[in-house]
């Protein structure tokens, strides 16, 4: 059987609600935080970013909410359609723009 | 343009052996990343350069891997010898200066028997 590993927390909605996708960060000085969406078989591509001096970005259907003093960050995408299925990861910097990921979100959407 | 490009896309081979992983960023781009993602350990920084030059490799995991940039088009990480805890799928990533963003490769895919 599989070796004991860490499983992705996943998260399934229906086509059409909305997604709700959670990260908790760790470093308190961290200053620039970007999602990225990976789809089976692909690399991670960037969705959006936000700096610590906001609390709130919003794209194209996605909106980064960024709460400082828990050290939280959401991804809320409107709509979620089946392409959005996929992993998705957090990542924080500090400073010099090299990031450390977090484990990733799997999204599953049901049509 | 094209993406950051990776090969091969899948590499098969047996432990041992030596395996070297290559990698074209974008034009332009000062950073170069490469990347290890396995199951169990998620997505590890293995190693950046900046305008050519290795910054920092703590991420790599053992002297078997080694990792070069002779100019601004071209990279490889090469593991020697393989062993089959490294099969996992390989990432490159690079981004310019002025942005925390990264471009990703496809990825290679790495199985070591």
């Given at each position: 059987?599989?070796?004991?590993?860490l499983h992705l927390p996943t998260l399934s909605v229906q086509e059409g609600?909305?997604?709700?996708?959670?990260?908790?960060?760790?470093?308190?000085?961290?200053?620039?935080?970007?999602?990225?969406?990976?789809?089976?078989?692909?690399?991670?591509?960037?969705?959006?970013?936000?700096?610590?001096?906001?609390?709130?970005?919003?794209g194209q259907r996605v909106t980064v909410l960024l709460n400082k003093t828990v050290k939280h960050l959401s991804l809320q995408i409107a709509a979620t359609q089946p392409g959005d299925s996929a992993v998705y990861f957090c990542a924080?910097?500090?400073?010099?723009?090299?990031?450390?990921?977090?484990?990733?979100?799997?999204?599953?959407?049901?049509? | 343009d094209a993406g950051v490009i990776q090969s091969p896309r899948h590499e098969v081979t047996e432990m041992g052996q030596e395996v070297t992983l290559r990698c074209k960023p974008i034009s332009g781009h000062d950073y170069l990343f490469w990347y290890r993602q396995t199951m169990m350990r998620g997505l590890e920084l293995l190693i950046y350069f900046n305008n050519n030059v290795p910054i920092d490799d703590s991420g790599m995991p053992e002297d078997r891997f080694s990792a070069k940039m002779p100019n601004a088009s071209f990279s490889t990480l090469k593991i020697q010898p393989s062993e089959p805890r490294d099969s996992a799928v390989y990432f490159c990533a690079s981004r310019p200066s002025i942005t925390g963003r990264q471009f990703f490769g496809p990825g290679t895919r790495l199985t070591v028997l």
């Open positions: 059987g599989e070796s004991v590993g609600d909305n997604s709700i996708i959670n990260c908790a960060y760790s470093n308190s000085a961290s200053d620039y935080f970007i999602w990225y969406k990976q789809e089976s078989g692909k690399g991670p591509q960037f969705i959006i970013d936000i700096r610590s001096n906001m609390d709130k970005r919003q924080e910097n500090v400073g010099s723009y090299i990031p450390t990921f977090g484990r990733g979100t799997s999204l599953i959407v049901h049509p | -």
